[in-house]
């Protein structure tokens, strides 16, 4: 089974703190990616990545950066956190092409005080 | 540009009866497939189900399947023998050309004992 980790699955951060969000994937996928999930909003894509050190903006990469130093983990990165960055944030794999089947961590809730 | 479309914000279903969850999808692209999540309150995404736009076959996994109609661009999900387990926030994917998966804002299914 594909196993996606999320390092945190509640996190408090305050206004223009630097924040990490670490993914970490078990199954040597080639593709990751970060969604940020808002109620009525759906799942929008943040940024995604197909290979090691390599990365794509998604449809909503502003505030945001990120970051594949090796396969398995991704990691999202906000700058300088605003409270419009709360959310729920979702990291998903793939396995070979990124039109895959994408396969989920449990989500980290971050509010941003 | 693809888009996904899920009228139904909410919707509920006695227990051990069948439901339909409608989802629309728009894309120019001959080659798409078609995906749907579950998301319960823990806020996992669980891949349920997948439909290629050149199977001939509706997909079919357990009590799920896909009613597929190309004609009118509609890949609804249906559930039968409803369990109370069922109750979830039920998403439809999209895949197209070579674009990450585009999600629709989900319907929430309740069932009544």
């Known amino acids: 089974d594909v196993k996606v980790t999320q390092s945190s699955r509640y996190l408090v951060k305050r206004t223009g703190e630097k924040v990490f969000l670490e993914c970490v994937q078990d199954?040597?996928?080639?593709?990751m990616f970060w969604y940020r999930q808002d109620p009525g909003l759906g799942l929008r894509l943040i940024y995604f990545s197909y290979d090691v050190k390599m990365k794509e903006k998604g449809d909503i990469p502003e505030g945001y950066s990120v970051s594949r130093e090796k396969k398995e983990r991704f990691s999202l990165i906000l700058e300088s956190a605003s409270t419009n960055q709360t959310s729920m944030y979702l990291c998903?794999?793939?396995?070979?092409?990124?039109?895959?089947?994408?396969?989920f961590g449990p989500g980290t809730r971050l509010t941003v005080l | 540009a693809q888009k996904i479309t899920q009228t139904q914000p909410g919707m509920f279903v006695q227990e051990k009866e069948a439901v339909t969850l409608d989802c629309t999808y728009d894309?120019?692209?001959?080659?798409?497939?078609l995906f749907w999540y579950k998301q319960p309150s823990s806020g996992e995404m669980i891949f349920l189900i997948y439909?290629?736009?050149?199977?001939?076959q509706n997909a079919t996994e357990g009590r799920y399947s896909l009613n597929f109609q190309k004609a009118r661009k509609s890949a609804n999900l249906v559930i039968s023998a409803s369990q109370l387990g069922d109750s979830a926030m039920y998403f439809c994917?999209?895949?197209?050309?070579?674009?990450?998966?585009?999600f629709g804002k989900g319907t929430r299914l309740s069932v009544i004992a």
């Open positions: 994917a999209m895949s197209a050309g070579n674009t990450p998966l585009v």
């Open positions: 894309t120019s692209d001959p080659s798409y497939g």
């Open positions: 439909q290629g736009s050149y199977d001939q």
């Open positions: 199954m040597d996928h080639e593709n």
């Open positions: 998903a794999s793939t396995r070979d092409s990124i039109t895959d089947t994408q396969y």
